[in-house]
């Protein structure tokens, strides 16, 4: 951008023996710089195809070994990165899950009991707690777990419908029937609550307009 002022302090005819003695210098001087050029830009893609990427950040590491399926690798990245990070969540369930694939649902129990004291009353952790649980056919403590985590959903349908799905799986057909009703009642309160309040803005409507009505 804007302008450059090049001033030449002296001129050289190109037919003069000057110039045509240089000429061929110039030239040799342009081609080695192009080769060069060429040469060095070869040498850096052959580097590149070459190298290795090295994560040294624990959790980086931990997702990307995860997405290889690499499970035992995965694992222990995370173990790293909880180390270095105790109270972030989110590890605990990644790990949870490489756990599980790498069958290793013992470390997984563990590790989600530790998570549960932790975050007591977070229901992604006690219903990751109650899958594991699922997993190991333990049916009292999926069910204790998932009895406590009911009792605190209120009147979250999605959360109680979860809590139903992981009753079914572990096979625990009473209590997921009895997971149903709640969801039932709660869908048949909120649909009520619901017709209640689209009937009271159809009268405020109604008033509003009888209002301007009258003022006209």
Do not use: C
């Amino acid at each position: 951008f804007g302008y450059h002022i090049i001033k030449v302090n002296n001129r050289v005819d190109p037919e003069s023996e000057e110039f045509q003695s240089k000429k061929a210098d110039y030239e040799k001087n342009l081609l080695a710089q192009k080769f060069e050029g060429e040469h060095l830009n070869t040498w850096i893609e052959e580097q590149r195809s070459q190298a290795t990427i090295d994560i040294l950040d624990p959790a980086f590491r931990a997702f990307r070994l995860k997405g290889e399926e690499k499970w035992p690798e995965a694992a222990l990245a995370y173990e790293k990165a909880i180390k270095n990070d105790k109270d972030n969540q989110g590890l605990y369930l990644s790990l949870k899950e490489v756990y599980v694939r790498d069958n290793r649902l013992a470390d997984a129990a563990k590790l989600m009991e530790t998570a549960r004291k932790k975050w007591p009353e977070n229901t992604a952790v006690l219903t990751t707690l109650a899958d594991v649980y699922a997993l190991q056919k333990d049916t009292a403590k999926t069910g204790e777990v998932l009895a406590y985590t009911s009792s605190i959903a209120g009147d979250d349908v999605a959360m109680h419908q979860e809590i139903k799905a992981l009753y079914e799986k572990a096979e625990m057909t009473a209590e997921a029937a009895e997971e149903q009703i709640i969801i039932e009642t709660l869908a048949a309160q909120q649909a009520t609550e619901q017709t209640g309040a689209d009937i009271t803005g159809d009268i405020s409507a109604d008033e509003t307009s009888t209002g301007s009505e009258g003022g006209n």
